[in-house]
């Protein structure tokens, strides 16, 4: 009777329900009550026999069920599910010894792993924050080989040679690097810590710590990266330090793999089925997001700028160099651009080329307002000037290896339009004007609209000495109004007397309205 009320304690669960500090005792209680079947089934005659022992053992399986039901909803710290794992292999070492199957258990022991991953991503998570949060964004200066092995630990010998040539020596990255080598490092230790004794190849071993290193790439560094280049109170530089880091993250990552081969003692081209770290190649999505927002960034600063123009467009005061917001606003992309140097190329001369295209859109933005309605000569030279120094600008290459044509295209339109003005060949421009053709370098209505600006705002005040030097102003007025009148009508087949508006427009020419 005694005999078989210790068999219905072994095949219950009722124990499950204690505390995880209790599941030391249910197991070892398991594993007494076994000792004892089995020393029974040697010493004893039919007593005990093997077919009761397998039954019992079966019962006892079927009743624990799965790992993950079996006390788990209580232990959800990696030491607690490091502690289980554990327990649980040197209850399978023992009772393998009295010759019980116990390769279900570990293969819950592998299902339990994963849970075990899980659970150490989590506290991954918040120590890749915590490094994010204590990074200064700035390149680091390291002052001996010494010094840079320890900062970079298995990364080390992925570092330029030319780098290292001479110290102190200055690292495109900042700190945040070389912490997150060491925390990959730290987490493929604690990983390794429960995938061994699990009755598993080396093979299998490595395959388990590539695929859980593979999982916290893309499941929580990347979740991390993308989650701090959308804060919104990064600066441009920093988004810029995060997007060069993320570069040699990936640059860098095959170190990576040799640690782990270094801790499993199995290569990649050991077994088809160890798995490279294809998680680093995932950081792309943050890069694309680093581009977007050093774009967005670049955007914002430039229309700071722009917020300073003050432009009096009938000012009489001459000036032969470009404005002040226009200087600082260059000698500040200028200065910007050198901390592009470490950027992927694409990414540095896309944001220098989106720059451009900023630039020169605000220009003739500004240039074009319709609530301008008169404009002196001179106000034409100012505006003139800071387009010059922008054409200086880019003729300059800012970035290495960006195209000038893809940087003065943009002011192409507003060159055009000013030249257009100042040389006052209009005769030229009607001639060969085609209606409906989209690459017409200068909108006729545009043009018009400026030159409407030049027209005295009332018959009786307005002065054209400015302009004509000697010439009759009343004349100059009736011609330039002809000129306006044949450009509106040019994308409206405004054709007919074509010839007296293009000797009107020739007489305009050689009269010197050429401002």
Not at 88 to 103: A, D, M, P, R
Not at 292 to 307: G, P, Q
Not at 332 to 343: A, G, P, W
Not at 360 to 367: N, S, V
Request: contains cysteine; proline residues 3%.
């Amino acid at each position: 009777d005694k005999h078989a009320l210790r068999q219905e304690a072994v095949v219950s669960t009722q124990s499950t329900g204690e505390e995880a500090k209790n599941v030391v005792r249910y197991f070892s209680g398991v594993v007494g009550f076994f000792v004892i079947e089995n020393t029974l089934l040697h010493t004893t005659q039919g007593l005990v026999t093997h077919t009761t022992i397998d039954e019992l053992w079966n019962h006892f399986l079927h009743s624990l069920g799965s790992l993950d039901q079996f006390l788990l909803y209580k232990l959800e710290k990696p030491q607690q599910l490091l502690d289980l794992k554990l327990l649980l292999v040197l209850f399978c070492q023992t009772l393998s010894g009295y010759e019980l199957n116990v390769s279900k258990l570990y293969k819950q022991l592998i299902e339990l792993y994963q849970k075990y991953c899980d659970s150490l991503q989590r506290v991954w998570k918040t120590k890749f924050r915590q490094v994010f949060d204590h990074d200064n964004y700035s390149p680091l200066t390291v002052e001996s080989d010494i010094e840079l092995e320890t900062l970079m630990g298995c990364a080390y010998p992925a570092v330029d040679p030319d780098l290292v040539s001479f110290f102190p020596l200055h690292l495109p990255f900042s700190h945040l690097v070389p912490e997150i080598f060491r925390l990959m490092e730290e987490y493929i230790g604690a990983s390794l810590q429960f995938a061994t004794h699990l009755d598993l190849s080396q093979t299998e071993v490595d395959d388990l710590v590539r695929k859980s290193t593979n999982e916290l790439l893309t499941n929580t560094l990347n979740e991390c990266l993308l989650e701090l280049i959308k804060k919104e109170r990064l600066v441009l530089s920093q988004i810029v330090q995060i997007s060069i880091n993320t570069t040699f993250l990936q640059k860098y990552s095959h170190c990576m793999e040799t640690f782990v081969s270094s801790k499993t003692g199995c290569t990649v081209a050991d077994t088809t089925r160890a798995r490279d770290l294809y998680g680093l190649k995932m950081f792309v999505k943050v890069k694309e997001e680093a581009k977007t927002r050093i774009h967005a960034k670049l955007m914002e600063k430039i229309d700071e700028f722009f917020e300073l123009s003050r432009y009096n467009w009938m000012t009489t005061e001459t000036r032969d160099y470009p404005s002040d917001y226009m200087n600082d606003l260059l000698n500040y992309l200028k200065n910007t651009f050198k901390t592009f140097t470490q950027l992927e190329h694409n990414v540095a001369c896309g944001a220098c080329e989106a720059a451009g295209k900023h630039i020169a859109k605000k220009l003739y933005d500004i240039f074009v307002d319709p609530s301008i309605s008169q404009m002196s000569r001179v106000a034409l030279e100012i505006l003139d000037q800071d387009v010059i120094a922008y054409e200086g600008f880019a003729l300059d290459q800012p970035v290495n290896g960006v195209s000038q044509i893809s940087l003065l295209i943009p002011i192409q339109s507003l060159r055009n339009l000013i030249n257009m003005i100042k040389q006052g060949e209009y005769d030229k421009y009607i001639a060969e004007y085609q209606p409906g053709q989209r690459t017409q370098s200068v909108d006729p209505d545009v043009l018009a609209s400026i030159l409407e600006r030049f027209l005295p705002k009332d018959r009786q005040r307005f002065s054209f000495k400015a302009f004509t030097q000697n010439k009759n102003e009343k004349e100059m007025n009736q011609l330039l109004e002809a000129v306006i009148k044949k450009l509106r009508s040019l994308d409206h087949g405004g054709m007919e007397g074509s010839s007296t508006p293009t000797l009107i427009a020739r007489k305009l020419s050689r009269s010197n309205l050429n401002f």
